[in-house]
């Protein structure tokens, strides 16, 4: 019995592991469906403790503060094609939509960057040092599936389609609206950190003391498998 | 399984022979009963060498002060397995960075393999299993940090699924081995498990699962209707915690809906569905009281008591704290649990 016992608690190990890892290299096989070229605005080192060796970006996607009611691009209709029910939502504005995963679309360094900054220069109220840091990647398209936004947007230069969850408000507490308006935004993009592995985190690693992280540059290069799970192929 | 059965047996009859020296000596003190010199030389030794037997053969207690140490022993064992879980994980941490990929997964996945071999080693050498308790609390951390960190390495997606495997490897090394505190754990993955997937169902993502938590209530059931269903004689401890566990999830939902009737899947509005759960909630911990003294469960009795007091103060929170004088509150609520122990007295005595 107790044989018994041990053997399937190490089949339970390695089964797990390895549905891990044949799901890994399904995503990995063939040619990547997107690579992308980022920097340290878009993938800022995560922080790490002293006794962490491990090195991992966060990807940081660009917040429209400039513009009302979150992500204008997800408006109504598209909300509820992600499966939304804004009607229910802005007639019960007391129960919280539940977040949804959905695909998004990453824009890099495109028009959506370029309104972002023009709105930060007028208004005068963003500090240079957060301009310069400030990430050229937003989403500015969502969808159910991946394909459509595969189809639509072909520019795989400018263009990144990942996974991330959609997050809804019924907003009821701005004194200027008169009736509930709905607000969106991103909670997360999945997967929101990326790990890098040997040898391309030794240049990481290596960062000099008297570098300062403003001061310290480099291009990644991700690419995107079939499952939507990235990896970094290059570090510069 | 059967040398658990076998264990626990001699203990009762250890007990019981302790007891029943205990009152031989009280009788004879008052004079009611008292044995001969003859009967005294054949009990004694009979006595000394049955509990003495049962010592060598199970590795039982037969005093208090051994039932105590082996409390003590139980608690360091705990915390020696979650120290030594913290060692572990941070362990990896420190070195991983310096590794590459490959080495990386062989060691997640070996780690809980020898770890498994460790346990079976040890279980073969003492009949106690601390070690065994500890060893198998490390490899279940050891498994956790094997799948969340592959999932770092490779940047996967996060899904309930891993909970599955984590509840799996938990009640089967609980099974095996005859240890509670993996099952606990491997209960509440299967919890985590069940809701978030049933969940995700919806089209929600899956890590907001308590934000609806229904789930979790019909998942608590779940396991208390399992831990009524699943046969156990081999590990009698077993049923208390599927009650502990289920129990304490149904209570965690239903106070979270009391307070959040919003979040139920109940087409009602948000007030009636929080006074609806609000009865509901006292039900529950008053039919956990009714039932744990008709089975003679008293984790369940107590559990049902805490949880119905504890929904009684926030009850009276709601009503009063606002508008009374808070002396008056206290009060109030001091004389309510001097009440509270007057019937739970009256309780006691007429279940005796």
């Not at chain 2, 022979?17 to 010199?37: M, N, P």
């Not at chain 2, 009640?171 to 099952?183: F, K, V, W």
Request: proline share 4%; net charge positive; hydrophobic share 50%.
């Amino acid at each position: 019995m107790r044989r018994n016992g041990l053997l399937f608690a190490a089949a339970v190990i390695l089964i797990a592991n390895a549905f891990v890892l044949v799901g890994v290299a399904r995503n990995r096989s063939g040619h990547p469906q997107q690579t992308i070229q980022l920097t340290e605005r878009e993938l800022p080192m995560n922080y790490r403790g002293n006794e962490d060796t491990g090195i991992s970006l966060r990807l940081q996607w660009g917040q429209r503060s400039f513009s009302r009611g979150g992500y204008p691009l997800l408006d109504q209709a598209k909300l509820e094609s992600l499966g939304f029910d804004c009607k229910a939502a802005l007639r019960d504005t007391k129960r919280q939509p539940l977040d949804r995963p959905a695909f998004l679309v990453l824009e890099l360094n495109g028009s959506t960057w370029q309104s972002w900054l023009k709105s930060a220069e007028e208004t005068k109220t963003v500090p240079d040092s957060v301009k310069m840091a400030q990430s050229k990647i937003f989403v500015v398209d969502a969808a159910k599936t991946p394909e459509p936004l595969l189809a639509k947007y072909t520019d795989r230069k400018m263009y990144l389609v990942t996974r991330g969850v959609v997050r809804l408000f019924v907003n009821t507490w701005d004194a200027k609206v008169q009736n509930p308006r709905l607000e969106s935004s991103i909670s997360e993009l999945l997967p929101g950190t990326i790990h890098v592995p040997l040898p391309l985190s030794n240049l990481m690693a290596n960062r000099s003391a008297n570098t300062p992280a403003v001061d310290f540059h480099y291009t990644v290069t991700l690419a995107y498998g079939s499952r939507f799970e990235p990896w970094v192929v290059k570090v510069e | 399984m059967a040398e658990a059965r076998a264990k626990r047996e001699a203990q009762e009859r250890a007990d019981r022979l302790r007891v029943f020296r205990k009152e031989l000596a009280e009788l004879d003190r008052q004079q009611i009963l008292v044995l001969s010199d003859e009967q005294r030389a054949k009990l004694e030794p009979y006595l000394d060498e049955t509990l003495a037997g049962l010592a060598e053969s199970y590795d039982i207690d037969i005093s208090e002060s051994q039932k105590q140490l082996s409390l003590g022993m139980r608690i360091v064992s705990a915390l020696g397995g979650l120290a030594l879980c913290a060692a572990v994980f941070l362990f990896f941490y420190r070195f991983w960075g310096l590794l590459p990929a490959a080495a990386q997964v062989a060691i997640l996945i070996a780690t809980p393999l020898i770890g498994l071999a460790a346990m079976e080693f040890t279980s073969r050498r003492e009949r106690t299993l601390y070690f065994t308790a500890l060893i198998g609390i490390v490899v279940f951390a050891s498994f956790v940090m094997n799948l969340y960190v592959l999932g770092q390495i490779f940047n996967l997606i996060r899904t309930p699924n891993a909970f599955f495997a984590w509840g799996a490897l938990a009640l089967i090394l609980a099974y095996t081995y005859g240890l509670r505190l993996p099952l606990a754990a491997g209960l509440i993955c299967l919890l985590v498990f069940f809701s978030a997937t049933v969940f995700s169902w919806t089209g929600a993502w899956w890590e907001s699962f308590f934000e609806r938590p229904e789930l979790v209530l019909l998942g608590g059931s779940l396991i208390i209707a399992g831990g009524v269903a699943i046969p156990h004689r081999k590990n009698a401890e077993f049923p208390g915690v599927y009650r502990l566990i289920g129990l304490l999830a149904v209570y965690a939902s239903l106070l979270a809906l009391w307070h959040a009737g919003r979040n139920s899947f109940l087409p009602m509005t948000a007030q009636t569905i929080e006074r609806f759960y609000q009865v509901v909630a006292f039900a529950a911990a008053g039919a956990s009281v009714w039932l744990g003294i008709r089975k003679n469960l008293s984790g369940t009795v107590n559990l049902g008591a805490a949880t119905f007091t504890i929904f009684l103060y926030i009850k009276f929170v709601d009503w009063w704290w606002e508008w009374m004088p808070k002396y008056a509150f206290f009060f109030i609520v001091g004389a309510i649990a001097i009440g509270l122990l007057i019937a739970f007295r009256r309780l006691r005595e007429r279940v005796a």
